[in-house]
Each structure stands twice: as structure tokens, then as C-alpha cells.
């Protein structure tokens, strides 16, 4: 039971670059987030997702897009990479009970040049 | 949403319990508080949640006041693999959502 995994964990782009960051889980969770770490920020929520097929967007959602298409991944992608958004990327899932707890992953970090 | 808040850091002697406090006196009665902690660099863990009673588990306990205004984390013998900021969370409820919105938490350091 590998619980979160996010891919990669370290990736430095280019101003303009685009990618795509993958989270997978196998707990067959309904919920999926992303999350982005800035120091002295805490964790701000980017997208979720509360099922297969469907995306929501979070506090901070400009300039990232996310997908849903299986129901174990959640992708998000950065179309044109900015400096702004490095940072560290955080992926979390959950069942669907107000009283369940979230799994994260270990982090991407992402640095933008 | 309910907001929280926490001291920025505190420090606590190892073996000690730590009582980490939050605030979140705009809580409707149909949200949880919930506790996470963050290790450096490491994915946050859940800790432990609660509606209005006391909870405890291997981990810690977790104290809400009666009118459910605030609630303190207790860490019964703080280890040094216990420093890391820890976060209090009042869950947003209703809908179709099941968001967390994370704040910046109480860095806690225990000492040796």
C-alpha cells in the first residue's frame, strides 16, 4: 500500500516551460487536493477534485489547471511556468466523510527560472 | 469558514506535555476541528479530530471547550520527533465540498 505518490519530487523549468506534476493514490479515495508551501505562507489550496471527472478550484487556482480523469490520479498542470510559482507541491486525498482524515504525499519541488 | 487561530511558536521541555491552543470561535456547529502536523520538508500527518467531545488516541488528545470557541492540542511527553508546526483546522462542511484550509500553524519546538 503505497498510500500518495507524487511525481516528480524536484523539477526546475524555465520561464514559459509547461508540465505536468502526477499524484497517484491506491486507497480508492474520492477526494483529491493540491496544495503549494511558500515559507511563512502554511499550505494554500490550489484545486480539488471530489470525484472522477469532476475539478474545483481552491484559494490560489490562477495559473494552473488540474484533471481527474481516473479516479487514483490527479494531475496538475502549469501551462506557462512563472518564478511565482515556485515552490513546494503538496497532494492529498480522502474519503468522502466529513470525519476522515487526509493522506499527503512527500512534496514536488518546483523551481522556476 | 471558520477561521483558527494559533501562536506562530512555542517551546517545550522533552518529556513534558505540550498544550498547543487554537482559537476558532466563528465554528458552526456542524464543523470539526481537526489537527495536522508538518515535520520539516515531510508531507503534513493527520493527528486527530473532534466534533465537541474530548478525543484521544495513540498520538494525542484533543480538548474542546464546551461553547467550542477554542480546543488545545496535548502532546503527553513531547519527544525532539515531535518538533514541527502543527496545524489546527476547523473542517468546511455543506455541499459537495470537503476542502481543508490549512493556516500557518504553531511551530513547536521541543528541547533537550
Known amino acids: 500500500n503505497a498510500g500518495v505518490t507524487q511525481t516528480p519530487k524536484f523539477r526546475v523549468l524555465k520561464t514559459g516551460q509547461s508540465m505536468t506534476l502526477l499524484c497517484a493514490q491506491d486507497m480508492n479515495h474520492e477526494y483529491m487536493y493540491w496544495y503549494r508551501q511558500d515559507p511563512g505562507m502554511g499550505l494554500r489550496l490550489i484545486h480539488y477534485s471530489v470525484g472522477e471527472g469532476t475539478t474545483a478550484k481552491g484559494e490560489v487556482p490562477d495559473g494552473y489547471n488540474v484533471s481527474r480523469l481516473k479516479k487514483q490520479n490527479f494531475l496538475l498542470g502549469l501551462e506557462s511556468a512563472a518564478p511565482s510559482q515556485t515552490s513546494v507541491y503538496f497532494c492529498?486525498?480522502?474519503?468522502?466523510?466529513?470525519?476522515?482524515?487526509?493522506?499527503f504525499g512527500q512534496g514536488t519541488r518546483l523551481t522556476v527560472v | 469558514d471558520a477561521k483558527t487561530t494559533q501562536p506562530p511558536s512555542m517551546d517545550c521541555a522533552e518529556g513534558r506535555a505540550a498544550n498547543l491552543p487554537c482559537n476558532h470561535s466563528t465554528i458552526s456547529g456542524n464543523e470539526y476541528v481537526y489537527w495536522y502536523r508538518q515535520i520539516h520538508s515531510q508531507g503534513p500527518q493527520y493527528i486527530i479530530h473532534g466534533l465537541k467531545n474530548n478525543e484521544t488516541n495513540e498520538m494525542a488528545s484533543l480538548i474542546i471547550t464546551e461553547d467550542r470557541k477554542s480546543s488545545t492540542l496535548i502532546l503527553p511527553h513531547a519527544t525532539l520527533r515531535d518538533t514541527a508546526v502543527y496545524y489546527c483546522?476547523?473542517?468546511?462542511?455543506?455541499?459537495?465540498?470537503?476542502?481543508?484550509?490549512f493556516g500557518t500553524g504553531t511551530l513547536l519546538a521541543v528541547q533537550p
Open positions: 483546522i476547523v473542517r468546511v462542511a455543506g455541499g459537495a465540498t470537503n476542502k481543508l484550509i
Open positions: 492529498a486525498s480522502s474519503y468522502d466523510r466529513v470525519f476522515t482524515e487526509a493522506f
